[in-house]
């Protein structure tokens, strides 16, 4: 199983969950059993069943992974390449798919090849992923990350990072070390980025808003530092912002949008043009340390779950 920020927030309360409930949101196996409907005239269902047998390697996104079997709807399933790697293919999963959303559809087309966007903690996580899909597609990319973290983010491949000091005591960037505002306006001339990707959340919301530029787009799509706060509209109206709060499920909404996604991201690892990070594995009983150490700020890639 694939251990990813969202865990944390199902368990405690962010996003509430009935309870009791099985942690986890992706995950990735061999299929030991699969149970159709007795549905006729069902052609997606057929589709399905002729496409899986028992036996093959599959990753997935679904709820209730931090388990030995997972109960998965046969349309959420993702055929492994025979020449990849299981952990490969699940860290491709959360990570991979938000990320590319974000760098593909949840700025609208209001950033176009060429232009400036600013990627928060570039050193680890999703915004790995999303620095490197974002210059795969053109884009040219300021990146954030702390010190501590500076030789992982490099290899995200921006054209500028801008590097930051760690809170005290703590293995999180101190967004008030360095004037990221003034730094973004300066490399951009003034005009500032058309496209901010911003999962950090209460910490750097405001300095996001500041670095947009005229009818560029505010993405947030995490709260690693606490949710964001309630703000006026009219803090949009000075630039004529965009704002939006995407999930990763509106954007894999369809098994053709989900196989297209997860097909680009298969194809960039199998070229080379998008390298992945597998910071660490932890056994299942060992879960409460690897949410401990991903909310530490700690995390420089992946992290796993075994599930033996």
Same mark, same amino acid.
């Given at each position: 199983? *694939?251990?990813?920020?969202?865990?944390?927030?199902?368990?405690?309360?962010?996003?509430?969950?009935?309870?009791?409930?099985?942690?986890?949101?992706?995950?990735?196996?061999?299929?030991? $059993?699969?149970?159709?409907?007795?549905?006729?005239?069902?052609?997606?269902?057929?589709?399905?069943?002729?496409?899986? #047998?028992? *036996?093959?390697?599959? =990753?997935?996104?679904?709820?209730?992974?931090?388990?030995?079997?997972?109960?998965?709807?046969?349309?959420?399933?993702?055929?492994?390449?025979?020449?990849?790697?299981?952990?490969?293919?699940?860290?491709?999963?959360?990570?991979? /798919?938000?990320? #590319?959303?974000?760098?593909?559809?949840? #700025?609208?087309?209001?950033?176009?090849?060429?232009?400036?966007?600013?990627?928060?903690?570039?050193?680890?996580?999703?915004?790995?992923?999303?620095?490197?899909?974002?210059?795969?597609?053109?884009?040219?990319?300021?990146?954030?990350?702390?010190?501590?973290?500076?030789?992982?983010?490099?290899?995200?491949?921006?054209?500028?990072?801008?590097?930051?000091?760690?809170?005290?005591?703590?293995?999180?960037?101190?967004?008030?070390?360095?004037? !990221?505002?003034?730094?973004?306006?300066?490399?951009?001339?003034?005009? *500032?980025?058309?496209?901010?990707?911003?999962?950090?959340?209460? $910490?750097?919301?405001?300095? $996001?808003?500041?670095?947009?530029?005229?009818? *560029?787009?505010?993405?947030?799509?995490?709260?690693?530092?606490?949710? =964001?706060?309630?703000?006026?509209? /009219?803090?949009?109206?000075?630039?004529?912002?965009?704002?939006?709060?995407?999930?990763?499920?509106?954007?894999?909404?369809?098994?053709?949008?989900?196989?297209?996604?997860?097909?680009?991201?298969?194809?960039?690892?199998?070229?080379?043009?998008?390298?992945?990070?597998?910071?660490?594995?932890?056994?299942?009983?060992?879960?409460?340390?690897? #949410?401990?150490?991903?909310?530490?700020?700690?995390?420089?890639?992946? !992290?796993?779950?075994?599930?033996?």
């Amino acid at each position: 199983s *694939g251990v990813n920020f969202i865990d944390t927030y199902h368990r405690k309360g962010l996003y509430p969950r009935d309870t009791p409930f099985i942690c986890g949101q992706e995950g990735g196996g061999t299929i030991v $059993s699969i149970i159709l409907p007795e549905r006729e005239h069902d052609d997606h269902i057929e589709k399905e069943k002729h496409e899986f #047998h028992v *036996g093959q390697r599959v =990753v997935y996104s679904h709820y209730e992974t931090y388990a030995e079997y997972t109960l998965v709807p046969i349309d959420k399933l993702v055929l492994i390449p025979d020449d990849m790697d299981v952990k490969v293919a699940l860290a491709c999963m959360v990570q991979g /798919l938000t990320a #590319h959303y974000l760098v593909t559809s949840a #700025h609208a087309n209001l950033i176009q090849p060429g232009e400036w966007c600013l990627i928060y903690s570039v050193g680890s996580g999703t915004c790995q992923w999303a620095a490197q899909m974002a210059k795969i597609k053109g884009y040219k990319v300021i990146g954030t990350a702390s010190k501590n973290k500076l030789d992982q983010a490099k290899r995200a491949r921006c054209d500028e990072l801008i590097v930051l000091d760690e809170v005290d005591g703590k293995g999180y960037a101190d967004y008030k070390s360095v004037d !990221i505002v003034q730094r973004v306006l300066d490399i951009t001339n003034g005009q *500032g980025v058309k496209l901010v990707v911003d999962g950090v959340g209460n $910490s750097t919301v405001h300095i $996001s808003l500041n670095c947009v530029a005229r009818r *560029g787009i505010f993405v947030s799509f995490g709260n690693a530092s606490g949710p =964001v706060e309630p703000f006026s509209l /009219l803090r949009l109206t000075n630039k004529s912002i965009f704002v939006t709060r995407p999930k990763l499920l509106d954007y894999v909404s369809t098994r053709e949008e989900l196989l297209e996604r997860i097909n680009d991201i298969f194809r960039w690892v199998q070229s080379g043009e998008l390298e992945i990070f597998i910071d660490g594995e932890y056994s299942l009983k060992e879960a409460a340390v690897a #949410h401990q150490f991903m909310e530490e700020g700690k995390t420089r890639g992946k !992290i796993l779950l075994r599930i033996e």
